[in-house]
């Protein structure tokens, strides 16, 4: 993983890592466990495959997914999330919460 200056803020350094809905509807779905890219690129709805690839390279050089390439014909690959990324799931939980309520007092 190459070395990056983070923020000194920790509220700056987690939305550098998670900076936009893809990554975080990429963590969402990898929360279960190992998924395909076109498991990932189906479930996650309208992203396209260079959006989708380059938001899972960001988040693999940060070291918050691993990607298995498997030396099959065809070539398969999937995608997991590390330990570091796992700890992500509190943040998600939180984001449940909050959005529930949100939504309570709108209607």
């Avoid at 509807?25 to 495959?49: A, C, M, P, V, Y």
């Amino acid at each position: 993983m190459e070395t990056q200056k983070l923020p000194e803020c920790p509220v700056e350094t987690t939305l550098s890592l998670i900076s936009n809905r893809w990554k975080v509807l990429i963590i969402r779905d990898l929360l279960t466990g190992k998924k395909r890219f076109g498991e990932l690129k189906n479930s996650i709805g309208n992203i396209s495959q260079k959006v989708l690839t380059s938001n899972l390279k960001d988040m693999k050089e940060a070291g918050l997914i691993t990607r298995t390439v498997y030396a099959e014909v065809p070539p398969r690959v999937e995608y997991e999330l590390t330990e570091m990324g796992l700890s992500l799931n509190t943040v998600l939980e939180a984001m449940v919460v909050w959005g529930k309520e949100y939504k309570k007092k709108q209607i």
